[in-house]
């Protein structure tokens, strides 16, 4: 593993452990060179997904976009980190096992917001707000009257 510092090549692992629920394994690592000191992550990738977007355009799937999208819709928000690695982790596994390596966006979205719904009512409402591109406070009104069992939508 290149040490992020200085380039070197030649890294020592010091410790390795179990993280996020045992589906990756944490490694505290130095480097002799610099004196640098890092942590990597090793997970397990079942396939290489691609995303197909609404315009047609195809990406790789990248777990950091999903995570950093995740995390700010639960910015703020009583949920602990460990909660929340779990839940990106079974996000990506549940993509991975899909059997399909395209995945559309609109697959990981409502995936993700079905997700958030069971977590954490702000965080879902927050990643609906950018995922379905709402435009006024009308749009948050509708949207969030239909969470409320019982409720009609405002005329």
Do not use: W
């Not at 197909?52 to 980190?81: M, T, W, Y």
């Not at 690695?85 to 559309?104: C, F, P």
Request: charged share 35%; with cysteine; hydrophobic share 35%.
């Amino acid at each position: 593993m290149r040490c992020p510092f200085c380039g070197n090549v030649d890294t020592q692992v010091k410790d390795s452990r179990p993280a996020e629920d045992h589906v990756a394994i944490r490694r505290r690592r130095f480097c002799p060179s610099c004196g640098g000191r890092f942590t990597t992550y090793e997970r397990v990738q079942l396939r290489d997904l691609v995303v197909i977007k609404s315009n047609g355009r195809r990406e790789d799937f990248d777990r950091d976009k999903l995570e950093r999208s995740v995390r700010i819709a639960l910015q703020k928000r009583p949920v602990e980190p460990d909660r929340i690695d779990q839940m990106i982790s079974g996000i990506v596994r549940r993509l991975e096992s899909m059997g399909e390596t395209d995945i559309k966006s609109t697959t990981i979205g409502e995936i993700v917001m079905e997700t958030l719904a069971r977590i954490d009512t702000v965080a879902y409402v927050r990643f609906a707000s950018v995922y379905k591109n709402f435009q006024a406070a009308d749009d948050f009104d509708k949207f969030v009257s239909e969470l409320r069992p019982g409720e009609s939508a405002p005329e």
